[in-house]
């Protein structure tokens, strides 16, 4: 016996086969939004953590200029406390120069010079006094530079004294002709090492004028 199937099988099946495209769509579109929503959600944590490190280096970087700063700021204390340091020191070496260089003037100065004034400039000295002949200055030349304290005598100028020397002239006694002099002399020492570092900042010279020695 034959059947006949009269129901709308083709339509039955066009309508269960759009069903599933719908379904799987839909599931698609739930399976993309699920993985956009993942990768959203990475990026953004990676972003964050990026922005976290960011913010650590920039308190990191602000933190070392200041250590930094503070470096060079102690630095140059250092230097500034060496500085006087060395200078104190070189003062303390040399404490006793100037009463050694006092003496032995007092000591090479022949008789018929009266030195009138002594100026010291780091290791030169200038000599200023009146003279009874310049043969007396030429002694005076000649044992500083045998002396073991004094080296180089350069003789500056000799003349007859002016008008701002009679001063010292009236103490020579009257009939005799004087000779005003200016003469250079360096001290005969070996630098030390703090006097080389001293030179390499600004010299200080010292100028200490002297009361009249006589011999």
Avoid: C
């Avoid at 250079?184 to 100028?207: D, F, H, N, Y």
């Amino acid at each position: 016996m034959i059947r006949i199937n009269l129901l709308p099988h083709r339509e039955e099946a066009r309508r269960h086969r759009r069903q599933q495209f719908y379904a799987l769509a839909v599931v698609m579109v739930i399976a993309a939004a699920i993985i956009a929503l993942a990768v959203h959600t990475w990026y953004a944590s990676r972003i964050e953590a990026q922005q976290s490190d960011n913010d650590f280096l920039r308190s990191e970087m602000v933190r070392l200029d200041k250590d930094i700063a503070e470096i060079k700021r102690l630095k140059e204390q250092t230097q500034a406390l060496l500085s006087r340091k060395q200078v104190i020191e070189l003062l303390q070496s040399h404490r006793a120069e100037t009463v050694h260089v006092m003496n032995e003037l007092a000591r090479q100065t022949p008789e018929g010079i009266m030195l009138g004034g002594v100026q010291q400039k780091g290791l030169v000295i200038t000599l200023f006094g009146l003279s009874q002949s310049n043969a007396r200055v030429s002694t005076l030349m000649r044992n500083l530079d045998a002396s073991p304290i004094f080296e180089k005598p350069d003789l500056v100028v000799i003349r007859v004294p002016e008008s701002k020397d009679l001063d010292q002239a009236k103490k020579i006694p009257s009939g005799r002709q004087i000779y005003y002099f200016e003469l250079k002399v360096s001290i005969e020492r070996a630098p030390t090492e703090e006097e080389k570092l001293a030179a390499e900042g600004k010299p200080a010279g010292q100028s200490a004028p002297v009361a009249g020695v006589q011999k």
